[in-house]
T-cell receptor, first 114, second 119 residues
Framework: AQKITQTQPGMFVQEKEAVTLDCTYD???????LFWYKQPSSGEMIFLIY??????QNATEGRYSLNFQKARKSANLVISASQLGDSAMYFC???????????FGPGTSLSVIP | ETGVTQTPRHLVMGMTNKKSLKCEQH?????MYWYKQSAKKPLELMFV???????ENNSVPSRFSPECPNSSHLFLHLHTLQPEDSALYLC??????????????????FGPGTRLTVL
């Protein structure tokens, strides 16, 4: 079974609009960490935001925020005020306490339209 | 140099060649990783080194051979590869807070990758 699911293979958003990229995960560990990475066409993976399973508040980093719904096992990324430079692949990832690896989802391709 | 660097950025090799990919991190981290990213497939973890010792080997074929001579350098030696090994190979590093078991939630910093084509 997939540990990380990203159901949107491709998304379009108008410049300056907000967009939500979906991520659901599967774990039985009570303690885990969730990450979002951005991968532009150049190939480099860029860390965006982190959410710990015990964090009480949703993580925010500038224009990025993570809508963490623990009971639903979802960790959606919200990008506010989209910019053309936001066009890239976005990967959701998880690291569990009992499983040392970081597991990546299949990714969502985001295209920002001028 | 800052962050994580990888060389070469592009590599084309025949199936009988031997080549090596190099990764260097300038962040003072204690863990390093090799990932393979093929088209239309999730990122696949290949190897994990924590404190220069291999802690993870994800059933990777023996034609891929990692080497971690120190905490700043990681190599991936390639020999007799197959065309299906063509992919983007990404190196990453992180600072593990519990390096003996390689566990932490610290984010991984990635290099720009080596795009490998096997003819």
């Amino acid at each position: 079974a997939q540990k990380i699911t990203q159901t949107q293979p491709g998304m379009f958003v108008q410049e300056k609009e907000a967009v939500t990229l979906d991520c659901t995960y599967d774990t039985s560990d009570p303690s885990y960490g969730l990450f979002w990475y951005k991968q532009p066409s150049s190939g480099e993976m860029i860390f965006l935001i982190y959410q710990g399973s015990y964090d009480q508040q949703n993580a925010t980093e500038g224009r990025y925020s993570l809508n963490f719904q623990k009971a639903r096992k979802s960790a959606n990324l919200v990008i506010s005020a989209s910019q053309l430079g936001d066009s890239a692949m976005y990967f959701c990832a998880m690291r569990e306490t009992s499983y040392d690896k970081v597991i990546f989802g299949p990714g969502t391709s985001l295209s920002v339209i001028p | 140099e800052t962050g994580v660097t990888q060389t070469p950025r592009h590599l084309v090799m025949g199936m009988t060649n031997k080549k090596s990919l190099k990764c260097e991190q300038h962040l003072g981290h204690n863990a390093m990783y090799w990932y393979k990213q093929s088209a239309k497939k999730p990122l696949e973890l290949m190897f994990v080194y924590s404190l220069e010792e291999r802690v993870e080997n994800n059933s990777v074929p023996s034609r891929f051979s990692p080497e971690c001579p120190n905490s700043s350098h990681l190599f991936l030696h390639l020999h007799t590869l197959q065309p299906e090994d063509s992919a983007l190979y990404l190196c990453a590093s992180s600072q593990d807070s519990n390096p003996e078991v390689g566990r932490s939630y610290n984010e991984q910093f990635f290099g720009p990758g080596t795009r490998l084509t096997v003819l």
